[in-house]
């Protein structure tokens, strides 16, 4: 099995919401990623966990808060967010995230519309 | 820093045109993923290359590993409305890869 499942699909929210995604594999990788694509660019790592640790945080806005509750699910929890947040919010996991010549295996990805 | 720069970032070709797609770096890597998101989709591993002048093939798709590990082609042979997505070659940083803008490929029946 080599899925990586991500819910909801869809998700519109309001400004002042507080909203999760979230995120599983049964890969049994150690490492899980949270990526933000806006329309027409490449995917933008956002988060880092490996080993159930944070261990990248690429300067993203406190409004974006990741959790990662064991090896198999990782959480996105937002609050506060801008329209400009808007995107395709991909999840990934690989074995351990610490050789390069880990592969990723993406979820379908979370659609967001702030409105 | 290590950077990756995808040729050409556009292309369109007539179905059953031949399709190539460059990635250059400006240092040796240790190996190089190849990955393709479909539109709508999410990237998909295609491939990994490690040793220096390596060739793979996947169907219409061969993929090459430059001898001085320094760049990589991805050459589709008799493009089909299938092949339409983007590809990417990302880097590693440490610890995720990194995406840079990929190469866009169209093709028109």
């Known amino acids: 099995d080599t899925e990586v499942t991500q819910t909801p699909k869809h998700l519109v929210m309001g400004m002042t919401n507080k909203k999760s995604l979230k995120c599983e594999q049964h890969m049994g990788h150690r490492a899980m990623y949270w990526y933000k694509q806006k329309a027409k660019k490449p995917p933008e790592l956002m988060f880092v966990?490996?080993?159930?640790?944070?261990?990248i945080n690429e300067s993203v806005p406190s409004r974006f808060s990741p959790e990662c509750p064991n090896s198999s699910l990782l959480n996105l929890h937002l609050h506060a967010l801008q329209p400009e947040d808007s995107a395709l919010y991909l999840c990934a996991s690989s074995q351990a995230g610490t050789h390069a010549t880990d592969t990723q295996y993406f979820g379908p990805g979370t659609r967001l519309t702030v409105l | 820093g290590q950077q990756v720069m995808q040729i050409p970032q556009y292309q369109h070709v007539q179905e059953g045109e031949d399709f190539t797609t460059y990635c250059n770096s400006s240092?040796?890597?240790?190996?190089i993923q190849w990955y393709k998101q479909r539109p709508g989709g999410h990237p998909v591993f295609l491939i990994q290359l490690v040793k220096s002048g390596e060739v793979k093939k996947q169907k219409r798709l061969t993929f090459q590993f430059g001898e001085a590990k320094k760049n990589s082609s991805l050459h589709i042979t008799a493009t089909q409305t299938t092949d339409v997505g983007t590809y990417f070659c990302p880097l590693w940083a440490g610890t995720a890869l990194i995406f840079g803008k990929g190469t866009t490929l169209s093709v028109s029946s």
């Open positions: 966990y490996s080993y159930e640790k944070l261990s």
């Open positions: 240092t040796t890597l240790s190996n």
